[in-house]
């Protein structure tokens, strides 16, 4: 099973039709000292903004179908929303498994996992890691052997991926907060401001935060907190 993360506590939204395994899954998290669920529900006609305004690190989706995803949800923005996602309770689709990794999503279990296994994944995806099955690694590594195949693309560089949480995050930077008070300002740890300008410095190949900004701003955002 996966270590807690040590000096921080990661926050979850569950979002599980299935009331056995949303119940179960709060019963472990609450026994656990590095989890806290800050919102849970069964209901696909949840709104977005309840999601966005726990501020949560982590989101646990009970189901793939693109019908029961919260509204203006959509596949393509999941990993744009500024945190992690897991896909619990997955058949071994292929397509479908493909289809997540596009919209950003890093955390893979397929139905037999259990809640135990769900924890790890928690973690896991909170340190940047992915959590795959092993039964779908073998598309994912055809995927890249494919892909490295292919003639690279010339031109200009692509415009950086930031999440609407990056994009926060880099507007506060902007304008000169600290990250203490860029903690305060979005209701976030400083530990998590942190993660997300390293990332960000990474991303854009900066290697400060004035020159992520200069980097971020020439791409064509606007940054505006």
């Known amino acids: 099973m996966s270590a807690p993360v ?25 026994k656990r000292s590095d989890l806290m669920v800050v919102g849970q529900s069964g209901q696909a006609d949840l709104g977005a903004q309840e999601i966005l305004d726990s501020n949560c690190d982590v989101l646990v989706v009970g189901s793939f179908q693109t019908n029961w995803l919260p509204v203006n949800f959509t596949l393509e923005s999941m990993g744009q929303l500024g945190f992690r996602v897991i896909l619990i309770g997955l ?9 997540a990794i596009r919209a950003g999503v890093t955390g893979f279990l397929m139905k037999d996992a259990s809640a135990t296994d769900v924890v790890g994944a928690v ?3 909170f340190r940047d890691e992915a959590v795959c099955p092993s039964q779908l690694c073998g598309r994912l590594f055809r995927f890249v052997a ?8 010339q031109g200009q560089p692509s ?23 860029i ?14 300008i390293h990332r960000i410095l990474k991303q854009v190949d900066a290697e400060s935060r004035s020159e992520a900004v200069d980097v971020i701003r020439a791409s064509g955002f606007v940054l505006n907190a």
């Open 183 to 196: 903690a305060s300002r979005l209701n976030l740890s400083e530990f998590t401001v942190r993660n997300h």
């Open 159 to 181: 415009k950086p991926e930031l999440t609407l949480r990056q994009r926060q995050l880099v507007a506060l930077v902007a304008k000169g907060l600290t990250n203490k008070e």
């Open 146 to 153: 494919q892909t490295a195949k292919e003639p690279s693309s």
């Open 91 to 99: 058949d071994p689709d292929e397509r479908q498994f493909m289809d």
């Open 6 to 30: 040590p000096g921080e506590t990661i926050r979850v939204f569950l979002l599980i039709e299935n009331r056995l395994l949303r119940e179960t899954l709060v019963r472990l998290f609450r």
């Open 123 to 125: 973690r896991a995806v």
